[in-house]
C-alpha cells in the first residue's frame, strides 16, 4: 500500500507561485498515473493534472493549463506540481492521488491527506 503526503501549500499573493510536493512511501509509484485534484471550500473537487506512469503524458485542467506544470520522479518516489501566475480562484486543499492516470477522482484508490493553497488578491 502507498502512503501519499503532501506538502508545500501556503499563502501566496496573486500572481506568485507554489510548488507542491507529494510524498510516497510503502511502496513504488512507477506503477500507477498519479495526479492532483482541488477542492474549494462548497465546491465540488476538481481536477488539476495527471501524469503517466513514464512521464510521456500529461493532462491538465482547462483552468490551469499553461500555469501548472506536474513532472514526478519514480526514483525518488515523488511527484510535484509548480503553479505559477496563482489566482485566487485557484485558492483550495490540494490532494495528490495514486491509480489510473485520467481525469477522473473516481479512477484513483490511494490519496494524501491534503495541503492548503490560499492565494490573496
Excluded at 473537487?45 to 501548472?68: L, M, P, W
Amino acid at each position: 500500500q502507498v502512503q501519499l503526503v503532501e506538502s508545500g501549500g501556503k499563502l501566496v499573493q496573486e500572481g506568485g507561485s507554489l510548488r507542491l510536493s507529494c510524498a510516497a512511501s510503502g511502496r513504488t509509484i512507477s506503477i500507477y498515473g498519479m495526479a492532483w485534484f482541488r477542492q474549494a471550500p462548497g465546491k465540488e473537487r476538481e481536477f488539476v493534472s495527471a501524469i503517466s506512469q513514464s512521464s510521456a503524458i500529461t493532462t491538465y485542467g482547462d483552468s490551469v493549463k499553461g500555469r501548472f506544470t506536474i513532472s514526478r520522479d519514480n526514483a525518488k518516489n515523488m511527484v510535484w506540481l509548480q503553479m505559477n501566475s496563482l489566482r485566487p480562484g485557484d485558492t483550495a486543499v490540494y490532494y495528490c492521488a495514486a491509480g489510473a492516470g485520467t481525469d477522473s477522482e473516481y479512477d484513483y484508490d490511494l490519496w494524501g491527506q491534503g495541503t492548503q493553497v490560499t492565494v490573496s488578491s
